[in-house]
Structure formats: structure tokens, C-alpha cells
């Protein structure tokens, strides 16, 4: 891996590729806006895994104050699978209590979101989520939702959601275990004699959800896979992920692997006893959570299963296909480990490190600061364990990288930092160049940093990279 070896490049051709930098991360800035017509233009043809994982209890573990095991999923997802793949988070939350959700957890940034109980389908992310029509016309079909409150208002039992649980087509409720099951055969006969034609998921031991009949999580994941299949593009694999009773349906889709992750609640581990006990693509993890993902990733060989979080000896991590996502991932592993003291303080470690950059390399800090790389580096080496004890993770999203030159590549990612409770982001960009005759190696030659929008630091001439 670079971090631990010399690699070079010439100084003419290095000022050459710094010169045009800017105009091509411009470019490719720019290329990077999801594109609204299609579901899955980041990718030119079928995607190698479309992971679908529900988030509450399966992808984020609220029980995990430091949320360990979704910081190995991030950096297992960004270092391998990134640029050929789909992540599709599935959950109950509608676009309103979706939001904190992000902000509060490490969470990745999804090619697809499904919300409020398989009722939204959502392409892209931030503020330019689109929203897809042909879902919300399709679940038109016998639904009025002033009919489904007014039933339910005949129901003393059942205590409202949150206003922001409230959909168009999702009617959210409380109520009791015991008294849930005939609610719901009631209610279901009421709504049917007034011409509704409903769906009612009781899920978690107390969430009741009324949706359009042909609403749902696994609904929803078939109209996208259709909608792939007349594209051409379906997906080679699909791995589903799940907890609760509202997760069954997606493990009922004949196409696709699934896991139940440790953590499962009662209903749905009721559902795989009585409908799919025998079915060997369906798989009980041993993990919770996002490590029970991982666990699946292996169990089905769908791919590289271990995170590059895994390992403390980054000289032990070897992988077939080198590349600058992983160079990326490692960089950023390594940075925070050292400044949470937790790899060797040594003089000649530090050194290969900073040899990896090129002598010219400029940073551009977020601040609009142009500084020779090696500075920064310096700057670096006086911070290790500044974070020792402390609340300190860092970790990339939305990497992506464009090789535009026989060994030359363009990186564009997200690089988080959570510093105790303050989260910081920079969009950012890395010219790299890699050398056949030095295996597994990249040198940075340029990086520029602008601040998310939105971010706003405590002392933001403290940030180091």
C-alpha cells in the first residue's frame, strides 16, 4: 500500500496535470449531479450488488453509542464497492424524520431511498431528492386517506404517530401487542366494505402503518427491479436487510439474498419460521446490524466482506484490485488512528507517509488557503493523539474517481470528521497518479477542499486534512 512505500512522477509532467486541475474537477463537479431521468446513472451498465437495508436496528445500531460496525460498513462500502454498486436504504421514516436521522449517525449517502413504510421512492440526495411519480400514481389505485382517518378515529386504541410520520399514502399509529391483531382484522374489513383496498403492518411490538395495498417495502423493491429489467440493467445481485415485521416483505422476492440481522425483533423471526425456514438465501446473522450486513456479504460470497476497519497493520491489507478508492479509504484510516494515538509514534512511519505525496503537491484548504502538501503534513505530525480518549471518527462518502490519463486519476469524495459532537465535511477532490512498476501504490499530487454546505466550525483553521 502507498502509505508505506516511495513512488514518483516527473516534475514537468506533475505541474502539467496541476495546471489543468481545476478546470477538470470543474468538470466533473459538474458531472457528478444525479441525473433525475434514470434510476442508477452513476452506472453505465447492471449493478455487481444492490444492497437494500432497512436503517433503524439493522443498518444503524442505536445501542452502539460510537457506531463501530456502521464505520466498518462505510469503509468496506467506499473501498470496494462504491463504483460499480447500489446502496438502497428501505425504511420506515418518511423524508422529515429521515433528515435527523442523517444528521445524527455516520450514515452513507444511497443511490436510492425508499421511506415511510414503502410508500416514497426517492433518487439522488440532500435537497435534490426527486421523488419517483409513477410510484405515487400507482398507489392511487382504491386509496383515499380521509376515509382511512376517519375509520381509524372510531378506534380509541390507537394513539397517532409524530405528524411528520403522516404521508400521503401512509396513516401511522401506536397500540398495544394485545389488542393489535384485532384491530387490524376489524379495520381491515371496514376499510374493504368502503372500497379501500389496504395494507395494515404491524411491526416493532407497537408501530401499526396503513398503506395502499400495493404499497410496501417489498413493493416498492419490485416496481425499481422492473424498472431496471426494461432498462436492461438489472442488478447482478441483491442483498435485502432487515429486522422487523415491516422488513418481511422484502425477503418474500424470489431474486434476491436477504438477512435477518441478530438483533431481529419477534415478528419477523415469527415470519421466516412459518414462510421461509428452509430457504438457504435467507440468512439468521450472528451479528447485529450493519456487522450482520457484513456477515451476509460473506455468507453469500457476494463480494469482499472484510472492511479495511479490520485491520491494525494497514501492510497486511491486501486486495486483487488496487485502486484509489482503497488508497483513499486507508489514507483517512490511518489519520484518524494517528491522531487518536492508536498506531506508532515513529519518525521513519511518518516519513513514508509524507513520501507518498509529491515534493510539489499543493493543498488547498477549505478556508481558500493554497499550502504545500508537505506543510500540512508537518502540521499533521504535531496533532498525533490530539484526539486520544476523545470522540473522534473520520470517514468518506460518495467516492468516486475518473481515470483520465494513462496513470493519472481524478478522486471526487466527501470526507467527514465527527469531533466530539461537532461534524465537519469538505467536498473534496484528489489528483493522484499511479505507477505500474510499484504495485499497489498512488502519488497525491493535488488536493483541494471547499467546506458542505451548511457546515459551520467551531475553529475551522484547526482542520488538518
Given at each position: 500500500?502507498?502509505?508505506?512505500?516511495l513512488?514518483?512522477?516527473s516534475?514537468?509532467?506533475?505541474?502539467?496535470?496541476?495546471?489543468?486541475?481545476?478546470?477538470?474537477?470543474?468538470?466533473?463537479?459538474?458531472?457528478?449531479?444525479?441525473?433525475?431521468?434514470?434510476?442508477?446513472?452513476?452506472?453505465?451498465?447492471?449493478?455487481?450488488?444492490?444492497?437494500?437495508?432497512?436503517?433503524?436496528?439493522?443498518?444503524?445500531?442505536?445501542?452502539?453509542?460510537?457506531?463501530?460496525s456502521?464505520?466498518?460498513?462505510?469503509?468496506?462500502?467506499?473501498?470496494n464497492?462504491?463504483?460499480?454498486?447500489?446502496?438502497?436504504?428501505?425504511?420506515?421514516?418518511?423524508?422529515?424524520?429521515?433528515?435527523?436521522?442523517?444528521?445524527?449517525?455516520?450514515?452513507?449517502?444511497?443511490d436510492?431511498?425508499?421511506?415511510?413504510?414503502?410508500?416514497?421512492i426517492?433518487?439522488?440526495?440532500?435537497e435534490?431528492?426527486?421523488?419517483?411519480?409513477?410510484?405515487?400514481?400507482?398507489?392511487?389505485?382504491k386509496?383515499?386517506?380521509?376515509?382511512v382517518?376517519?375509520?381509524?378515529?372510531?378506534?380509541?386504541?390507537?394513539?397517532p404517530?409524530?405528524?411528520?410520520?403522516?404521508?400521503?399514502?401512509?396513516v401511522?399509529?401506536?397500540?398495544?401487542?394485545?389488542?393489535?391483531?384485532?384491530?387490524?382484522?376489524?379495520?381491515?374489513?371496514?376499510?374493504?366494505?368502503?372500497?379501500?383496498?389496504?395494507?395494515?403492518?404491524?411491526?416493532?411490538?407497537?408501530?401499526?402503518?396503513?398503506?395502499?395495498?400495493g404499497?410496501?417495502?417489498?413493493?416498492?423493491l419490485?416496481?425499481?427491479?422492473k424498472?431496471?429489467?426494461?432498462?436492461?440493467?438489472?442488478?447482478?445481485?441483491?442483498?435485502?436487510?432487515?429486522?422487523?415485521?415491516?422488513?418481511?416483505?422484502?425477503?418474500?422476492?424470489?431474486?434476491?439474498?436477504?438477512?435477518?440481522?441478530?438483533?431481529?425483533?419477534?415478528?419477523?423471526?415469527?415470519?421466516?419460521?412459518?414462510?421461509?425456514?428452509?430457504?438457504?438465501n435467507?440468512?439468521?446473522?450472528?451479528?447485529?446490524?450493519?456487522?450482520?450486513?457484513i456477515?451476509?456479504?460473506?455468507?453469500?460470497h457476494?463480494?469482499?466482506?472484510?472492511?479495511?476497519r479490520?485491520?491494525?497493520?494497514?501492510?497486511?491489507?491486501k486486495?486483487?484490485?488496487?485502486?484509489p478508492?482503497?488508497?483513499?479509504?486507508?489514507?483517512?484510516?490511518?489519520?484518524?488512528?494517528w491522531?487518536?494515538?492508536e498506531?506508532?509514534?515513529?519518525?521513519?512511519?511518518?516519513?513514508?507517509?509524507?513520501?507518498?505525496?509529491?515534493?510539489?503537491?499543493?493543498?488547498?484548504?477549505?478556508?481558500?488557503?493554497?499550502?504545500?502538501i508537505?506543510?500540512?503534513?508537518?502540521?499533521?505530525?504535531?496533532?498525533?493523539?490530539?484526539?486520544?480518549?476523545?470522540?473522534?471518527?473520520?470517514?468518506?462518502?460518495?467516492?468516486?474517481?475518473?481515470?483520465?490519463?494513462?496513470?493519472?486519476?481524478?478522486?471526487?469524495?466527501?470526507?467527514?470528521?465527527?469531533?466530539?459532537?461537532?461534524?465537519?465535511?469538505?467536498?473534496?477532490?484528489?489528483?493522484?497518479?499511479?505507477?505500474?512498476?510499484?504495485?499497489?501504490?498512488?502519488?497525491?499530487?493535488?488536493?483541494?477542499?471547499?467546506?458542505?454546505d451548511?457546515v459551520?466550525?467551531?475553529e475551522?483553521e484547526?482542520?488538518?486534512?
Amino acid at each position: 500500500m502507498v502509505l508505506y512505500g516511495l513512488c514518483s512522477i516527473s516534475t514537468n509532467k506533475a505541474m502539467n496535470l496541476l495546471s489543468n486541475c481545476v478546470k477538470i474537477q470543474n468538470s466533473v463537479s459538474q458531472g457528478a449531479q444525479p441525473n433525475q431521468t434514470h434510476m442508477n446513472s452513476r452506472l453505465n451498465g447492471s449493478a455487481r450488488l444492490m444492497l437494500v437495508s432497512d436503517l433503524d436496528y439493522t443498518m444503524v445500531d442505536h445501542d452502539e453509542p460510537e457506531n463501530l460496525s456502521l464505520l466498518r460498513f462505510n469503509a468496506l462500502w467506499e473501498a470496494n464497492y462504491r463504483h460499480d454498486s447500489l446502496l438502497v436504504f428501505s425504511t420506515g421514516r418518511s423524508p422529515i424524520t429521515y433528515k435527523p436521522l442523517r444528521n445524527e449517525k455516520p450514515l452513507l449517502t444511497p443511490d436510492i431511498t425508499i421511506m415511510s413504510v414503502g410508500t416514497e421512492i426517492m433518487y439522488g440526495y440532500g435537497e435534490a431528492m426527486v421523488p419517483d411519480d409513477g410510484w405515487k400514481q400507482h398507489l392511487n389505485h382504491k386509496w383515499d386517506r380521509d376515509i382511512v382517518v376517519e375509520e381509524t378515529n372510531k378506534f380509541p386504541q390507537l394513539t397517532p404517530q409524530e405528524e411528520g410520520e403522516q404521508r400521503p399514502h401512509k396513516v401511522s399509529f401506536y397500540v398495544e401487542k394485545v389488542v393489535a391483531s384485532e384491530i387490524m382484522n376489524v379495520l381491515s374489513q371496514r376499510l374493504e366494505k368502503r372500497g379501500l383496498d389496504v395494507k395494515i403492518i404491524y411491526s416493532s411490538g407497537i408501530a401499526l402503518d396503513i398503506l395502499p395495498k400495493g404499497a410496501g417495502k417489498g413493493q416498492a423493491l419490485a416496481y425499481l427491479l422492473k424498472k431496471f429489467k426494461l432498462e436492461g440493467k438489472l442488478p447482478y445481485n441483491i442483498l435485502v436487510c432487515g429486522d422487523s415485521g415491516n422488513d418481511a416483505e422484502l425477503f418474500s422476492l424470489p431474486e434476491v439474498y436477504g438477512v435477518m440481522v441478530s438483533n431481529a425483533k419477534e415478528e419477523l423471526l415469527q415470519w421466516y419460521a412459518e414462510n421461509a425456514h428452509r430457504n438457504s438465501n435467507i440468512l439468521h446473522a450472528t451479528e447485529r446490524c450493519a456487522a450482520g450486513i457484513i456477515q451476509a456479504i460473506g455468507n453469500f460470497h457476494l463480494g469482499p466482506n472484510v472492511s479495511p476497519r479490520d485491520f491494525k497493520d494497514f501492510q497486511k491489507c491486501k486486495v486483487k484490485n488496487f485502486s484509489p478508492a482503497h488508497e483513499v479509504v486507508k489514507f483517512y484510516l490511518f489519520y484518524e488512528r494517528w491522531r487518536r494515538a492508536e498506531v506508532e509514534k515513529s519518525e521513519q512511519y511518518f516519513q513514508n507517509l509524507k513520501s507518498v505525496f509529491h515534493p510539489l503537491a499543493i493543498f488547498v484548504h477549505p478556508l481558500g488557503v493554497e499550502l504545500p502538501i508537505h506543510q500540512c503534513m508537518d502540521a499533521m505530525a504535531k496533532s498525533y493523539g490530539d484526539k486520544q480518549g476523545k470522540q473522534f471518527w473520520t470517514w468518506v462518502d460518495r467516492l468516486s474517481s475518473v481515470q483520465i490519463g494513462s496513470d493519472t486519476w481524478l478522486v471526487k469524495f466527501d470526507k467527514w470528521e465527527l469531533n466530539d459532537d461537532e461534524r465537519q465535511c469538505s467536498l473534496t477532490t484528489v489528483l493522484m497518479s499511479s505507477k505500474s512498476e510499484v504495485p499497489d501504490a498512488y502519488t497525491w499530487l493535488h488536493m483541494h477542499q471547499t467546506w458542505f454546505d451548511g457546515v459551520e466550525l467551531k475553529e475551522p483553521e484547526r482542520w488538518v486534512f
